[in-house]
DNA sequence: AGACTTTTAAATGTCTGACAAATAAAATTT
DNA sequence: AAATTTTATTTGTCAGACATTTAAAAGTCT
């Protein structure tokens, strides 16, 4: 193995590089222990600093493991579907926040989504998932709880709604549609009368996946789209009137 | 800015953790600069090449950027929709191609993601996105196109349809989804018969969309859902008998 | 012989110090 | 005033060393 010296810098990413094209090839295969360190450097001809920072890089994407002692190394680590799910949440939170992105695009994009969960999950949600779905309606409706709590809760509630789906891709798909949108939605007061409102939503979701029926779950969904948006439309309106 | 180093070790997955945390709460925005490496060295109270390997992490994940020179350093980094993309692509086909997911829950995911697209794609996709699919489409007939192009060629026709659907976050997050379907795909042999039938439910997903039927483009794809992992299925008997 | 303890070797984690290369600002010269 | 040179700053890279962890090998005792 060899990187090309012609290139001006980053000899690290270029390493990185190499080491990630064998592991998504298949040349490197779940769990085969890579070259130590020492034996990397000489392979690229580079010093252990930089192979080091090279491997720092991959395990950053959770693409290796490390271990200490005897028979440690870096590993090809398997990429679990919790390790995704986390990626696909901060990259997607990330993008949200750092790119100007409208409400109601972000919220067209999530719901949609979402609808595409629910004729899955009308028929095969388990009383389990129905379970947590009340709970986190109940949840939502307790006295004094945080607007924070309260959007906390509602994203364990539609968490739920896409598991119960029963499709793990589906379910990894989702979790960054999902998550990325609770900021959003923290800049957003939701008083008792809202909070209604939106409790009441979510009974109707969790009644029409309860009976089996795709299509009221679907409705409700673009109801709550609906009025989600309004909400969001109200908090900007007032802040506009304020700054005047 | 401290690190517990109680902690028994990964003291540069601390600092990432630590600068990861101060960009995402907002602290640190875009374009700004990072102490240098020598300061924050200081700062944390650990080696220049400790921080480094921490900035190599957060450079993994395009939170940052490196500039070298005199008024270089460490900039917080824009997370451009592309670089999402891109790491969206990676960690999706990573997932797949590491875990045991059947074809059949892949393909379900994938198509449901793409038909809630549908309704949007169906009302804004503009004369390009219906020239490029129609491309993509002649493409695919013809002669003496391997498989790998073949497939290539499918997945620049979903994405014309994804994105036609004019909404950049739903595009992000359906990138992975159709994206990392094509090693899968690869496996398939598509015979000229099979190529057929796709381009005739490629067509037909084309018409729905130009005449605005929402419903057709998603019967459309439920049908060419149906053919794809009968193909997938076909595929894995030929292997079974051929072991057999 | 078998179980327990100690030693040892290999690997990653970290530090120090140094030099190279790039880059923009400052100083100098024309 | 413009062009050139110098300089300072910062990242990129290297070499060598020591600390720490870990499991296997060696040794010891019952």
């Known amino acids: 193995m060899k990187v090309d010296p012609s290139k001006p810098t980053d000899l690290s990413a270029q390493i990185a590089a190499a080491i990630r094209d064998a592991i998504v090839s298949g040349a490197l295969i779940v769990d085969e222990r890579l070259p130590s360190e020492a034996e990397l450097a000489d392979q690229f001809d580079v010093s252990r600093p930089t192979v080091r920072e090279a491997l720092k ?108 789906a029963g499709n793990p891709v589906l379910s990894y798909h989702l979790s960054g549609a999902v998550e990325a949108m609770q900021p959003l939605m923290n800049m957003i007061t939701f008083t008792a009368r809202s909070r209604g409102v939106i409790m009441a939503l979510h009974s109707r979701i969790a009644d029409a996946l309860e009976t089996h029926q795709a299509d009221a779950a679907e409705a409700a969904l673009s109801d709550l789209e609906s009025y989600t948006c309004q909400l969001a439309r109200d908090v900007m309106e007032r802040r506009a009137q304020g700054r005047d």
Do not use: K, W
Request: hydrophobic content about 45%; charged content about 20%.
């Open 57 to 164: 890089r991959l395990a950053a994407q959770s693409l290796i493991r490390t271990q200490r002692g005897a028979t440690g190394g870096a590993f090809v680590n398997r990429l679990s579907f919790e390790d995704a799910y986390a990626q696909q949440i901060t990259t997607s939170t990330l993008l949200l926040s750092m790119n100007a992105v409208s409400f109601d695009t972000a919220c067209e994009a999530r719901f949609a989504l979402e609808r595409a969960c629910a004729p899955f999950a009308a028929a095969r949600r388990s009383a389990d998932h129905l379970a947590s779905m009340r709970a986190e309606i109940f949840r939502q409706g307790q006295p004094g709880l945080t607007d924070e709590a309260f959007c906390a809760s509602d994203v364990a509630f539609h968490r739920a709604l896409v598991d119960a």
